[in-house]
């Protein structure tokens, strides 16, 4: 699946599959092909850092680019996972335990995927901050739009973690998956 292909599917309103969690990835995939060009189009002029500095915060970049393109999808299988298993019968006891014990794996596995996917916008939303000051100043809209693209891929992440919580019965999962919103929360937000 390609970048187009996932971007058709959130802007259509008659998809119900993908959602701010897909669109977290995706944004945060965008964020780092920005930065990663604007890495690029400072490696031959040394704003700051060396041009192998420069290349290997660009190879670093194009990498999570192609991995939250990924982690879109993802989120994407993720929810139809979930959502299948809200939709197991629940007429007896046997059912209605199979159904919650489904909706507890569908929702850790819901809040694991954006939990990865906010880890990599927070590298991608790092690695622009690594750049302010010492990169090609004609791109210098591009990083800080792209950086502004990672934060909000970071706080989109955070939302979708914590929207699986009510079906999650393992209280030392959420109480992981807590810790990482922390992090996230408290690095990714942050100004530039």
Not at 67 to 78: C, N
Not at 153 to 180: M, P, Q, T, W, Y
Request: net charge negative; aromatic share 4%.
């Amino acid at each position: 699946m390609t970048g187009n292909d996932m971007l058709d599917k959130i802007i259509d309103s008659d998809n119900t599959t993908v959602g701010g969690g897909a669109s977290s990835a995706l944004v945060g995939a965008m964020a780092a092909g920005m930065i990663a060009m604007v890495s690029k189009l400072s490696a031959k002029k040394g704003y700051g850092l060396s041009g192998e500095e420069y290349r290997a915060i660009a190879a670093e970049l194009d990498d999570l680019a192609i991995e939250l393109m990924a982690g879109s999808k993802r989120d994407e299988e993720a929810f139809i996972l979930l959502m299948s298993a809200y939709k197991l019968p629940k007429n007896n006891d046997e059912e209605k335990s199979i159904r919650t014990d489904a909706i507890h794996r569908g929702s850790v596995i819901a809040s694991n995927v954006p939990k990865e996917n906010g880890f990599m916008c927070l590298r991608v939303y790092e690695l622009g901050r690594s750049l302010l000051g010492k990169s090609n100043p004609n791109a210098g809209s591009d990083l800080l739009i792209a950086m502004e693209l990672a934060k909000v891929g970071v706080f989109g992440c955070i939302l979708n973690i914590r929207a699986n919580f009510s079906g999650i019965s393992d209280k030392k999962a959420i109480e992981e998956l807590e810790k990482a919103v922390e992090i996230l929360e408290q690095y990714g937000g942050r100004e530039s």
